[in-house]
């Protein structure tokens, strides 16, 4: 059987320089975390709050050990959590101190709630705008015309950093119907991009610019493990895999 790390390098192997590989890791024991670790992979993807704030406790607890042996660097310091999940605004603070990217940004209120947040501990949040491309009823994400309107708000967010789009194809064996969702994914990055991206200092673009900081809209977070060879074929600058990587999920 090939091992955490055996997969971890095909995939790397495979994957155009360009795409970054997160490594879905929600609903596996930190062992498994620690394998990939050690193998080299540094970005680790939750989607439950309780589950990231208990995997960076277990992250720091295991480098307070290494440090007391002795150890030296970075080790476990240099992990970088994205959340993935549907977050609650009442569950900001446990995810938003340790997240470096929130992929899943799917509403207005959710954003209002982080930029108070932001405001209150004077941090900026980098995120994804979850976009709705797939036609399962059920996904989440903001529709085009709901990512238009928000584009053409006048309101200010300067505690949020949107760096790109985030989005699921339809559940389907049929690869036409997920190429088509990530093209439809795409079409929304080029809006973002072209109304925040090339041109910082138009006035329709002030919103959400944060004084002095570079303006960086470069991300595309789209493909899973059955589908990430289409993503990347169809522009994805960030893969989200896990059980390709640790195996079915225990749910
Ligand atoms: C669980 C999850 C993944 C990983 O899915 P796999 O099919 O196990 O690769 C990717 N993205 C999101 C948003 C998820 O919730």
Redesign the pocket.
Known sequence: MDTIKDILDKLKSELPATVKLVA?S?FHPFESILQAYEAGQRIF?E?RPQELSAKVAHASKLRQEYLANGGKGDYLNDIQWHF??HLQTNKLKIVLPYASLV??VDSLHLIEAIEKWGQQNDRVTDILLECHVSSDQSKQGFSSDELLDFLSGSIEYPHIHVRGV?G?ATLTDDRNVIRDDFRKLTAMYDMLHDWLGESPNLPHSGALVKENSPWDVSEISMG???DYQIAVEEGSTMV?????IFGA?QY
């Open positions: 879905v929600k993807a989607s993935i999940g992929q899943s985030m699921m899973m493990s059955d989200r895999i896990g059980s390709l999920r």
